[in-house]
């Protein structure tokens, strides 16, 4: 088990591939390989960022905090103490989370496989430890809050997720096909969450403000995590009244031409115009068929 205390820096943040959550034989196992990952992941990108100099001074500074069994020249422990420096975690021993690090990425590469590149979901670092502890958010709150925040990404706007959609993500599977494909062979015994469990965190995450949350007719739900609720409802009401906009604008625009190309038609025949107050039908270059003849 991972010794280790919770972060100590607020706005430090964890990217967990998705698939980590259909991980293990218990939420527990799955929490605790998730951090060891996660630290360990973080520590290797930010080692290839410093220069030999910012290496060197790094490691002179870590001197009275490093955990036991440190060795300097081992990649998998240098990305162990820089991941922790950079998320504020401090370490204990180390032979553990390397353990648990190397399970999560044979499962994570073998599932990436089979199912292509999966998705990252970036959560901060004390909800996952809040979840490890049972000091706020649960881990099946957590891994909802993370099938929600693995949607809505980058997204500037509202992000359109249905309830099926974040009960398959919350056990780790990216789509419909990769749950038929992996969900019969899991050995934890975990089931779907029901419409009343999965409404009820739902409800939980969004009373805590983890993300803003509007219904538009009942029936399709937008989210955001970085809009408040009236912000998301207003950005709602603009998409659909900018779509409706530009769908009758269109359907205005065909009409015309439709006129326009019936009262040339009849021109041609000799006929009056069904529709006199129809603008002439124009080609590109402002030429008026008529023009032509």
Request: hydrophobic share 35%; net charge positive; with cysteine.
């Amino acid at each position: 088990m991972s010794n280790y205390p919770p972060s100590r820096r607020d706005g430090t943040y964890f990217q967990i591939p998705l698939c980590a959550f259909a991980f293990g034989n218990s939420d527990r196992e799955r929490i605790e390989t998730i951090i060891s990952y996660s630290i360990i992941e973080t520590g290797a990108k930010q080692w290839k960022k410093l220069t030999e100099s910012e290496r060197h001074t790094f490691l002179e500074a870590s001197v009275g905090n490093r955990p036991r069994r440190f060795n300097r020249h081992d990649p998998r422990h240098l990305a162990a103490v820089c991941g922790a420096d950079k998320t504020g975690v401090c370490l204990g021993s180390l032979d553990y989370m390397l353990k648990q690090h190397v399970a999560l990425k044979i499962f994570r590469n073998s599932f990436e496989r089979q199912h292509g590149p999966d998705v990252l979901v970036r959560l901060k670092t004390q909800f996952v430890f809040e979840a490890r502890d049972g000091t706020g958010v649960t881990v099946p709150e957590l891994a909802v809050l993370a099938a929600i925040f693995s949607v809505v990404g980058n997204k500037q706007g509202p992000a359109l997720i249905t309830q099926d959609r974040i009960r398959r993500r919350a056990l780790g599977y990216k789509s419909q096909a990769v749950f038929d494909a992996e969900f019969p062979k899991r050995s934890d015994g975990v089931k779907p969450l029901t419409d009343s469990q999965l409404r009820s965190m739902i409800d939980r995450l969004h009373v805590r403000k983890f993300f803003a949350r509007t219904t538009y007719g009942r029936r399709l739900t937008y989210y955001s995590h970085r809009m408040t609720d009236s912000q998301l409802r207003k950005a709602v009401i603009e998409m659909k009244t900018r779509r409706f906009v530009s769908k009758r604008l269109a359907q205005l625009d065909d009409a015309a031409m439709t006129d326009a190309i019936r009262n040339q038609r009849a021109a041609l025949a000799g006929q009056p115009p069904p529709a006199p107050d129809a603008q002439p039908l124009k080609q590109p270059g402002g030429i008026i068929p008529e023009d032509v003849f």
